[in-house]
């Protein structure tokens, strides 16, 4: 039995489970990957949209070696049929391109899930960005206006 088949029983996944990791200092931004399930090779598989190499299978093992931990575990609740058809829809995404605002990790694992193509974390990141553009340009006007 390989380590990632070990882990992958340790934590009781299925396919279509949300892991969540922290990706940041302090937790402020999360990883969301999904448990793709065991492959030809015996080793477990976790389906992640990764910076850097977009939409990709990695071994469960590496990939929870990579985080150092857990944060949350949301298991997937449907069927079997529709655990086969989370598999489908992951494997139809497979090298699609990661962009932090349009496609991150959270636009992913939302998509294939809940046909939803939405990143809580990318919205607070944009509403954060334009409020500080706004503070931003607000202050070079009031010191412009004050010369």
């Known amino acids: 039995m390989t380590y990632s088949l070990q882990l992958a029983q ?9 892991i969540i990791v922290p990706k940041s200092a302090w937790n402020m931004v999360q990883h969301h990957a999904l448990f793709y399930g065991i492959g030809q090779n015996g080793h477990a598989l976790v389906a992640e949209n990764k910076e850097g190499r977009g939409v990709i299978l990695t071994r469960l093992d590496v990939f929870l070696a990579d985080a150092g931990r857990i944060t949350r575990i949301i298991p997937f609740s449907g069927s079997y049929q529709q655990r086969v058809a989370v598999l489908d829809r992951v494997n139809a995404r ?27 974390q990318a919205d607070i990141g944009k509403a954060l960005l334009g409020g500080a553009a706004v503070v931003a340009g607000i202050y070079g006007l009031v010191k412009l206006l004050s010369k």
């Open 10 to 18: 340790q934590y009781g996944f299925g396919t279509g489970d949300r």
């Open 94 to 120: 497979l090298g699609r391109w990661y962009d932090t605002w349009k496609y991150n990790c959270e636009h992913f694992v939302n998509e294939v899930l809940h046909f939803r193509t939405e990143s809580r």
